[in-house]
């Protein structure tokens, strides 16, 4: 009986390490996803063929999960307030926030680029939004990096916590 015991501690402690870094891989494939979407909208800012709300209903409609949803609740929300796209997106992105595998200051840079949209010319929103998207590289960069030092770390030391606690109730 205590064999048993001692193996759900150690699968336990595994499933809790495994989840641990599932979220530094979910922050990598979200930034990636902003990344790809803001790509999208400077694309279409660039044209000037669609409206902001038009693109965001693209990128929902294409992106993956939880970047596509909160480009439907923002396109969505474009299309029945008309409070101005600045506070849209920001009470949207803190509305989503907890789908979201972002840290604080990865908010508070997707926050600065939904601050220009619709309020200045094409050419600043599209410099602004090139700038969001270099520093959104540097923190998947980070990320990445993050992942892969903590990623396995966390995992090892779950494991190993898991057998320590199943050898001292033995």
């Keep these: 009986m205590k064999w048993i015991g001692a193996c759900f501690i150690i699968f336990a402690s595994f499933l809790i390490g495994m989840q641990k870094s599932k979220t530094y891989m979910d922050r990598v494939r979200?930034?990636?996803?902003f990344e790809s979407a803001?790509?999208?909208?400077?694309?279409a800012i660039l044209f000037g063929a669609d409206s902001i709300e038009t693109t965001a209903r693209f990128i929902s409609e294409t992106g993956?999960?939880?970047?596509?949803?909160?480009?439907r609740d923002f396109a969505d929300r474009l299309a029945s307030s008309e409070t101005s796209a600045d506070h849209i997106w920001t009470s949207t992105l803190q509305?989503?926030?907890?789908?979201l595998a972002l840290k604080p200051?990865?908010?508070?840079?997707?926050e600065q680029a939904g601050h220009m949209l619709g309020s200045c010319t094409q050419e600043a929103e599209e410099?602004?939004?090139?700038?969001?998207?270099?520093?959104?590289?540097?923190?998947?960069e980070e990320a990445v990096a993050e992942e892969q030092r903590f990623g396995g770390m966390v995992r090892a030391v779950s494991v190993l916590s898991g057998l320590l606690t199943a050898i001292l109730l033995m």
């Design 30 to 33: 979200n930034i990636r996803q």
């Design 38 to 43: 803001l790509l999208t909208m400077e694309s």
């Design 64 to 71: 993956e999960k939880p970047a596509s949803v909160f480009f």
């Design 95 to 99: 509305q989503n926030q907890d789908l």
């Design 105 to 110: 200051t990865d908010i508070r840079l997707l």
């Design 127 to 140: 410099r602004r939004l090139k700038h969001v998207i270099k520093q959104l590289e540097k923190r998947r």
